[in-house]
């Protein structure tokens, strides 16, 4: 089983060639369990379409709430800035725990992209992507996820360790897109190296 688990954890993290981070995943969807993610990205990477945007630092935050029934409920908001424009994205997920370690999830993700260059616009988009997360025994937590949508494509690979019984450190790298997000049908990209921190309770 450990095996197998591995061997799915390894594709899914090839699979970054393909909705935006979730930090630490909360590995017990029982009722009540819940993670509290908070970060920055150190620096951010921002396009709006070819046109590289000055770097500047990006912030992010979210929870995920166990429900029982091997179902968890997700939030997630993010702020990708840089100078020229920025957009700030909500999502809404619903996961499904299918194995240990690997999760299935399907949502909703409203961005909304502002820019003095450019003419910003408001985009909303249905989900659906994995996660899945691995222990190294005594070292870190390998976790990632990837997912697309109607209007948003990405994925992010992380590690995890814990340094008190609840509390996590992150470190992750994310590519982020979001379709016809700009006038002209231009695209909003953003990518880079997000640092955080997980509570759990």
Do not use: C
């Not at 970054?16 to 951010?44: E, M, Q, R």
């Not at 509390?167 to 897109?177: H, M, T």
């Amino acid at each position: 089983m450990k095996k197998s688990l591995s061997l799915m954890t390894a594709a899914l993290l090839a699979l970054g060639l393909s909705t935006t981070a979730f930090a630490s995943p909360l590995k017990n969807y029982d009722a009540g369990h819940v993670a509290i993610d908070a970060g920055v990205t150190l620096p951010s990477s921002v396009k709006g379409d070819n046109y590289k945007m000055s770097k500047s630092n990006s912030t992010y935050a979210g929870a995920t709430v166990g429900i029982g029934s091997n179902m968890a409920l997700n939030y997630k908001w993010n702020n990708y800035k840089a100078d020229e424009a920025k957009t700030r994205a909500q999502q809404f997920n619903l996961m499904y725990k299918v194995l240990p370690g690997l999760s299935a999830y399907a949502g909703y993700l409203h961005a909304d992209t502002s820019s003095d260059s450019f003419s910003g616009k408001t985009k909303n988009s249905g989900q659906v992507g994995l996660s899945a997360a691995y222990d190294i025994p005594l070292l870190f937590t390998v976790w990632g996820n990837v997912g697309v949508g109607t209007k948003n494509a990405g994925y992010e690979i992380g590690v995890s360790k814990a340094i008190f019984n609840n509390v996590e450190l992150n470190a992750s790298y994310y590519d982020q897109k979001f379709n016809d997000a700009f006038g002209d049908d231009k695209d909003m990209k953003a990518k880079g190296v997000n640092l955080g921190v997980t509570v759990k309770f």
